[in-house]
């Protein structure tokens, strides 16, 4: 049986050394053909590209992770332009999106700046026709969703994605896609969400070096966690393992043009 996997989203440059090497090295073993590490702002995007230069199963996306504080024009012109000149060897505008657990913390915080933001990178990627990998949860969703429908975007991805029936709806009329943690191994809420959401329009990340709990407790995020998710994902959707497998694998590579 093919069990290749994808990791659609993975912050590479944020690992320590010892433990990025300890990933890259197990590739092989854990059957890992290719994972996409997202950029929290400029250096990071530096990171992801050199890392993508040295080994060919890291493809990066560029992007300013929405939660932090905003970044001043110069640093988003400075972005921007990053992105012009190297967007042929990236594969996504991400992660990029609005501040949900920010606000949290700081009800006061004003989010009309940070979509300000969000929409110039919606734009960019419009432009250089590039995929969106997206941090928008609950109600932020459907703020992005009005952005994406303004802009025409099709190849939208709602990584870690958690939200209401209706928005659910919302993205599967859109045939957005949607990428699942290894927490649906334990959260209700992902389970729910799996069940619901077409086969055809999911992806599989680890969001690492982002901690999990349940089974994965104490363990550094690695890929190789997915085939736990992709065994539970089978199980909901009540679908043979190794049609999940390649299902997963297709709509990941067809989303980020990888082979």
Request: a negative charge; glycine letters at 2%.
């Amino acid at each position: 049986m093919n069990v290749a996997i994808i990791d659609a989203h993975i912050h590479l440059d944020m690992y320590k050394q010892k433990e990025r090497q300890q990933i890259l090295q197990q590739t092989e073993r854990t059957e890992l053909e290719a994972m996409v590490s997202v950029s929290y702002d400029l250096p990071s995007c530096k990171v992801n590209l050199d890392l993508q230069r040295q080994y060919e199963v890291v493809k990066p996306a560029f992007g300013f992770h929405p939660e932090q504080a905003l970044p001043t024009e110069e640093e988003l012109a400075d972005l921007l332009l990053y992105i012009e000149k190297h967007h042929h060897e990236a594969v996504a505008i991400g992660e990029v999106g609005l501040p949900y657990y920010k606000r949290r913390e700081d009800p006061e915080l004003k989010l009309e700046a940070y979509i300000k933001v969000l929409e110039a990178f919606i734009k960019i990627a419009k432009r250089l026709d590039l995929p969106i990998s997206l941090h928008a949860v609950y109600e932020d969703a459907d703020v992005v969703c009005d952005l994406l429908e303004k802009h025409s975007i099709q190849k939208a991805h709602f990584h870690w994605f958690k939200g209401s029936k209706r928005t659910v709806e919302r993205m599967i009329e859109n045939e957005y896609l949607i990428s699942i943690t290894p927490d649906v191994c334990y959260e209700q809420e992902i389970q729910q969400l799996v069940r619901r959401y077409p086969l055809t329009h999911m992806m599989v990340e680890t969001d690492g070096p982002w901690p999990f709990e349940g089974p994965f407790a104490g363990e550094m995020t690695e890929p190789s966690m997915i085939h736990r998710a992709v065994h539970k994902m089978s199980q909901l959707k009540a679908a043979p393992l190794e049609v999940v497998y390649k299902q997963l694998y297709a709509n990941a590579s067809y989303f980020f043009s990888l082979f």
